[in-house]
Nanobody, 125 residues
Framework: QVQLVESGGGLVQAGGSLRLSCVVS???????????MGWFRRAPGKDREFVAT????????TYADAAKGRFTISRDNAKNTVYLQMNSLKPEDTAVYYC???????????????WGQGTQVTVSS
C-alpha cells in the first residue's frame, strides 16, 4: 500500500510560479525509491491528463508537450517526496493536479496503481 498527499496548489497570476509537493508513505515493505512517480491533471470538463513522470532514482524524466520548457519534475528519495516546479503558468494550466505511483515510468493514467487526492491550481489571466 502507498499513500500520497499533495500540497502546494493555490491561486497565481499568469506568468507566475508554483511548486507542488507530493509526500509518499509506503506501507507495503517496499521503499519510495522503488516507485516511479507521475504528475497528472484534470481541468474542468476534461479527462485527467499526463503532465510529467520521473524514474525511481530520478535519472529519467518525460513531459507532456504542454509542460516542456515550463515544468520540472524532481524527487528527493531521502524525503519520500516528488515535486513539480511550474513556471510561466497560463490560465489553461488551471486544474486539479494529482501525483501517482507505480513500479515503472508511464505516461498513461490507467497504468498507475496509487493516487493522491489532488491539489487545486488556479491561474488567473
Amino acid at each position: 500500500q502507498v499513500q500520497l498527499v499533495e500540497s502546494g496548489g493555490g491561486l497565481v497570476q499568469a506568468g507566475g510560479s508554483l511548486r507542488l509537493s507530493c509526500v509518499v508513505s509506503v506501507i507495503s515493505g517496499r521503499t519510495f525509491k522503488t516507485y516511479a512517480m507521475g504528475w497528472f491533471r484534470r481541468a474542468p470538463g476534461k479527462d485527467r491528463e499526463f503532465v510529467a513522470t520521473i524514474s525511481e532514482l530520478g535519472l529519467t524524466t518525460t513531459y507532456a508537450d504542454a509542460a516542456k520548457g515550463r515544468f520540472t519534475i524532481s524527487r528527493d528519495n531521502a524525503k519520500n517526496t516528488v515535486y513539480l516546479q511550474m513556471n510561466s503558468l497560463k490560465p489553461e494550466d488551471t486544474a486539479v493536479y494529482y501525483c501517482a505511483a507505480r513500479s515503472v515510468m508511464s505516461t498513461r493514467t490507467s497504468d498507475y496503481n496509487y493516487w493522491g487526492q489532488g491539489t487545486q491550481v488556479t491561474v488567473s489571466s
